[in-house]
T-cell receptor
Framework: DAGITQSPRHKVTETGTPVTLRCHQT?????MYWYRQDPGHGLRLIHY???????DKGEVSDGYSVSRSKTEDFLLTLESATSSQTSVYFC????????????FGDGTRLSIL | SQQGEEDPQALSIQEGENATMNCSYK?????LQWYRQNSGRGLVHLIL???NEREKHSGRLRVTLDTSKKSSSLLITASRAADTASYFC?????????????WGLGTSLAVNP
């Protein structure tokens, strides 16, 4: 299995609080992705990174920011969490963007009350 | 937005039977990928098929690609209860960004013992 770790695995927090999710990889892959998965919506891309300090928005980026200061870590931040951001968040990595397979972490289940 | 459309949305079969899932798309692709997701886990890559390929195999899995019909099929032969999962197709769009995949909504497969 690809070395990819998400933390925390579960989190419950209150509306308006900041939340940071971490994705850590040991594969030295260039590309890293943050998705959210909700019933009826499938997998939706939030942000992705194509190198250290190189990031771009996905289809549901509003309310989220990311940072990648080193190859192995990709952080997703909810500056002021809202109940609509309750979801399961997945991180994925890839050597070659969309031209190679993506490898996924086991997800973070985030509940915002 | 999702451009990979899987059908059926849900499929229930008996152990030993074959399961076929289909994925259609709208624009030309560089490759199409199939993933499996077991309940509560991250997605696992199964097969990547490139636009110049027509068929690929991996164990009991067979993927076909028909670019003229803009569709792909995933066949699981001699299914087992352990094949119960959701299956997703994702495509790399050759007209757009080759850094990210476009995901379908998935087919939920139940294999009954």
């Amino acid at each position: 299995d690809a070395g990819i770790t998400q933390s925390p695995r579960h989190k419950v927090t209150e509306t308006g609080t900041p939340v940071t999710l971490r994705c850590h990889q040991t594969e030295n892959h260039r590309y890293m992705y943050w998705y959210r998965q909700d019933p009826g919506h499938g997998l939706r891309l939030i942000h992705y990174s194509y190198g250290v300090k190189d990031t771009d928005k996905g289809e549901v980026s509003d309310g989220y920011s990311v940072s990648r200061s080193k190859t192995e870590d990709f952080l997703l931040t909810l500056e002021s969490a809202t109940s609509s951001q309750t979801s399961v968040y997945f991180c994925a990595i890839s050597e070659g963007g969309a031209e190679q397979p993506q490898h996924f972490g086991d997800g973070t289940r985030l509940s915002i009350l | 937005s999702q451009q990979g459309e899987e059908d059926p949305q849900a499929l229930s079969i008996q152990e030993g039977e074959n399961a076929t899932m289909n994925c259609s798309y709208k624009t030309s692709i560089n490759n199409l990928q199939w993933y499996r997701q077991n309940s509560g886990r991250g997605l696992v890559h199964l097969i990547l098929i490139r636009s110049n390929e027509r068929e690929k195999h991996s164990g009991r899995l067979r993927v076909t690609l028909d670019t003229s019909k803009k569709s792909s099929s995933l066949l699981i032969t001699a299914s087992r209860a352990a094949d119960t999962a959701s299956y997703f197709c994702a495509k790399s769009d050759n007209a757009g960004n080759n850094r990210k995949l476009i995901w379908g909504l998935g087919t939920s497969l139940a294999v009954n013992p």
